[in-house]
């Protein structure tokens, strides 16, 4: 197989649920293509529960950096926090309450490499609320011209499945806080700079969904 150099970006703050965190970072050191490093941002101080599993985790895998902020700034900051420490420059986003499949970073990968023309790759997503082995509803993301027109309208990225090429993400100014479309926000301008977007016909991440899920995914409609 291939080697292939790749960061993955992550945020996590006090209000997120430990077991949760423990299966997500679980999920990502498992892969079949394992990550060059693993960026963790503290936004802000976490329980004693959180810093428990982060620990556990940084003892037994070196490739988890953590990067700490002691006060919490918001998704926007944290990401661009986190974003300027990656030493890649693809980077996948992962968040700290869903679970990868076993081959998601080399199906991206593999893909991204084949074509070297795509700035941001997404996915589809398995849905789920408490087990992944419960009957799941599955839901498609735009692909190919489809998402010149879908993007006008909604997010055409299940942020969570996300990979993209640092550099271009940086020339378009990277992550601007804006309370639940950080993401969105992001694709517009790089839509907007010509920048190639994607998302493969396949379901790589199983998220999970509830608690407020569709506004801490930004999964909001466009204010614009």
Known sequence: MQEYKFSVLMSVYYKEEPS?????LESVFEQTLKPSEVILVEDGEL??????????FK???DELKIIKNKENK???HALNDGLNNCTYDIVFRMDTDDICKKNRFQVQMEYLNRHPEIDVLGSNIYEFKND???QMRIKKMPNGCNINKYILKRNPINH????FRKKSVIECG???PLLYLEDYYLWIRMFNNNKKIENIDEELVYARIGNGFEKRRGFATSPF
Do not use: H, P, R, S
């Open 160 to 163: 969570m499945t996300v990979c």
């Open 47 to 56: 329980t004693d529960e959180l810093e428990n599993v982060i620990q556990k």
């Open 20 to 24: 949760f965190l423990a299966k997500a």
């Open 74 to 76: 918001g998704l926007g």
């Open 132 to 134: 992944i082995d419960e």
């Open 174 to 176: 990277g992550y601007v």
């Open 59 to 61: 003892t037994k895998y």
